[in-house]
């Protein structure tokens, strides 16, 4: 190796062999240590927004004794899966959301990525890694646990599979919803909020129990965009409680197929997003 | 290296909606170094983008490298390399170094070729004293040196430039074109020059394309393009003693102490020619023919002056 590649920092520290997939992540997170103080403000700040939602729910159940029949801790234990969820999939998607992703489009940035050899969603997840989300993700894991705890659940390696596998398939189809809102914005360069109603409001909406929500709406949360299904089912086999209706614990097994259906969907609406790609001015 | 046919490309659909890029058809070969020239919005980066896979054509189809660059995308980018003038693809807030050890990491190049390579960039581009610092504090000549080293770093087979001068002071200007040129001449690259800047095109391309509205209006040699479309030429003669010069056919244009500058037509009375009348006239201590101004050969193209039709 010669003398100037030793001047990269980068090769320095992460040999050759590592993934350029995570070596470009570990240069965005290095940019995340450049403003460092505001950064872990920001961490807590998300953390903070967590743990607020689940005092509130406490404070709130505790006065009803529950819910739909649920207890806090059950509920808690629901809240906790899918903000960690949430967490995780606006870790690696939030450069996915409008105003960024619009922003990315508009000064021609994204016509850099499409000239790269990679994948243009990796290439944007990847390039910009939003830190403060761990905020988020760890809090969640917190109230989880705690949660979990509090309902008598034990802590075997099966269970934390079950919570680490249901904060997987929530941010996977996070990933997915945003996905699919860049697709959009490729049409609209400008974006739209509306698919927040399924990030932060499904995020909000499977944190409490299904039973709570109208027949119509659990199936689009259930079949549709399966958020509901990513944090319920895999709680119900967690707390071994009756579901309602078909949303029961012998649906759990679908569920990776569910999550698989909705990310196909997703790839398809990216696909047709690059094609639609106007470029930026120029 | 790069086939265009019947390329297309109309932004919306609605009805009078104009094609930016309309039935454009060129080829260039491997190591050719093609000037790409037009008014703004005429479709040189709208081409550009479609030849880098960025864009997906309505209609047509192109080739570069043997692949399809809408359909092969990642392929058609590890053989090709496109540096847009006004965008930076280094990391921001990275050393620049850095940015180059990425670029070794995506295009998966051998280390020892990276390192021989970044070696000899270093020194020809002069980017020694800023590899450590990070991008966004590069002045805009060492960022495009930087733009440029990082365009070269993967080897590409193709380099698209657009605009890569636009806004350099001249020292940083002529790095740059000679840079490129040594590439073209030493390692083979086949480069399409986008740019408003004649003076890159006057010093690097033998050949140039031009486009207007969409369509190429002319596709010839930079030295057949100043013939046919040259208009009058420029003869700048120093004379020995300061007098009044008149000789038939030409305009004086200028006078500054003992240099005149004549201006005459071409077509009616040849160089050779108005070069003997002068000598006839007038006793010289120096004489120069000045090439047709190349600003003047594309602006009499866009006004469709004089010529032929486009080859």
Known sequence: ?282 | MIVVDHLSKRFGRRAGANDAVDDVSFSIGAGEFVGYAGPNGAGKSTTVKMLTGILVPTSGTARVAGLVPWKQRREVSRRTSVVFGQRTQLWWDLPLADSFDLLHRLYRTSPVDHARDLDHLVEVLGLGPFLRQPVRSLSLGQRMRAEIAAAVLPRPEVLFLDEPTIGLDVEAKASVRDFLAERNREDGTTILLTTHDTDDIVRLCRRLLIIDHGRIIADDSVDAMRERFGGRRRLVVDLVDDVPLEVEGATTEAAEGHRRWLSFSPEDTPAPEMVARVLRTVEIRDLSLEPPDLEDVIRRVYRGEAGDEPT
Not at chain 1, 110 to 121: E, G, Y
Not at chain 1, 168 to 195: D, N, P, Q, S, Y
Not at chain 1, 257 to 264: G, H, I, K, P, S
């Open chain 1, 1 to 282: 190796m010669g003398d100037t590649t030793t001047r990269s920092t980068l090769a320095a520290t992460l040999p050759s062999s590592v993934p350029v997939a995570l070596v470009l992540a570990s240069a965005s997170v290095r940019s995340f240590s450049s403003s460092l103080r505001m950064n872990v403000l920001r961490t807590l700040g998300a953390s903070v927004l967590v743990w607020s939602e689940a005092l509130a729910v406490i404070f709130l159940l505790t006065a009803f004794d529950g819910i739909a029949g649920w207890s806090t801790a059950e509920v808690l234990l629901l809240l906790g899966i899918a903000d960690a969820g949430l967490g995780l999939g606006m870790l690696l998607g939030e450069p996915l959301e409008p105003p960024t992703f619009s922003q990315l489009l508009r000064d021609g940035r994204f016509d850099q990525v499409l000239t790269r050899p990679m994948s243009p969603l990796l290439w944007v997840i990847v390039n910009d890694v939003q830190i403060r989300n761990v905020g988020r993700v760890l809090a969640g894991l917190a109230i989880a646990t705690g949660g979990a705890g509090a309902a008598g659940v034990s802590l075997t390696p099966a269970a934390v599979a079950l919570v680490l596998g249901a904060i997987t398939a929530m941010a996977t189809i996070v990933v997915a919803i945003l996905a699919i809102g860049a697709a959009i914005t490729m049409w609209t360069i400008e974006g739209t909020e509306v698919l927040n109603a399924f990030t932060y409001g499904g995020a909000t909406l499977s944190g409490w129990p299904l039973q709570i929500y109208s027949s119509a709406l659990r199936a689009v949360f259930l079949w549709v965009v399966p958020v509901g299904a990513a944090v319920y089912l895999p709680t119900l086999r967690l707390l071994d409680r009756e579901g309602i209706g078909i949303a029961n614990q012998d649906l759990l097994p679908a569920l990776p197929l569910l999550v698989a259906a909705f990310c196909a969907l997703a790839v398809v609406a990216w696909k047709a997003g690059l094609r639609h790609h106007t470029g930026a001015g120029g």
